[in-house]
């Protein structure tokens, strides 16, 4: 696609239900990125995927986030038993090969709300 | 330290005037340092980047200034205007990695 899709762009669910947000990267994307930004808050890295590499998690905050990413392509980042500190927009952004450092393109972004 | 502050939070700039972004870090391995513009209900958008050999880059009314010394730089956006309202980030990467670090963002509002 011309740009980086994420779904839903709005998401209002209930404390304790788990979700599960969506991101089409830009075609021919090898690297996909997932960050999370809070009310008035920077942009927080969770999780980066890099072709068939191992990816690094190192930005998630809790054994309730996971993210995986299929076919190379499509990523899904699942967040378990949801808290109201999960609030937040989440981010998805890709990169071409060997571009990462230089820029991503971002998606608009899914806007959770945990009530 | 993997970190980049910026300042300030928010700034209120007039129609006409210079806005003033400023940020800083501690680690001399960056050697990209991207600015990042983000209106209401979207993502970031790359606005314009710099390499530390150099000093300044100017795009339009936009230039980065750079001081490699102090380990800080700052976006000038000259002739501000309503259009450029919008949460503005600074960032630094490295090109052995490709995680970019992003500072803490600046709301600015041009008042008209």
């Known amino acids: 696609g011309a740009g980086v899709s994420q779904s839903p762009s709005n998401k209002v669910t209930e404390k304790g239900k788990d979700v599960e947000l969506r991101c089409d990267p830009i075609s021919g994307h090898t690297a996909l990125y997932w960050y999370r930004q809070s009310l008035g808050q920077g942009l927080e890295f969770l999780i980066y995927?890099?072709?068939?590499?191992?990816?690094?998690k190192s930005g998630l905050p809790s054994d309730r986030f996971s993210a995986e990413r299929t076919g190379g392509s499509v990523s899904t980042l699942t967040i378990q038993r949801t808290q109201q500190e999960d609030s937040a927009v989440y981010l998805c952004a890709s990169s071409s090969p060997g571009q990462g450092y230089y820029g991503y393109t971002f998606g608009s972004g899914t806007r959770l709300t945990v009530v | 330290q993997q970190q980049v502050k910026q300042s300030p939070q928010s700034l209120i700039v007039q129609k006409g005037g210079i806005s003033i972004i400023n940020c800083a870090y501690e680690n001399t391995a960056f050697d990209y340092f991207p600015w990042y513009q983000q209106f209401p209900g979207k993502g970031p958008a790359l606005l314009i980047a710099i390499r530390p050999d150099v000093s300044e880059k100017k795009e339009g009314r936009f230039t980065i200034s750079f001081n490699k010394s102090a380990k800080q730089f700052s976006l000038h956006i000259m002739d501000s205007q309503p259009g450029d309202s919008a949460t503005y980030f600074c960032?630094?990467?490295?090109?052995?990695?490709?995680?970019?670090?992003f500072g803490s963002g600046t709301r600015l509002s041009i008042r008209p």
């Open positions: 995927f890099q072709g068939n590499s191992a990816p690094d």
């Open positions: 960032a630094a990467s490295y090109s052995s990695a490709s995680k970019i670090i």
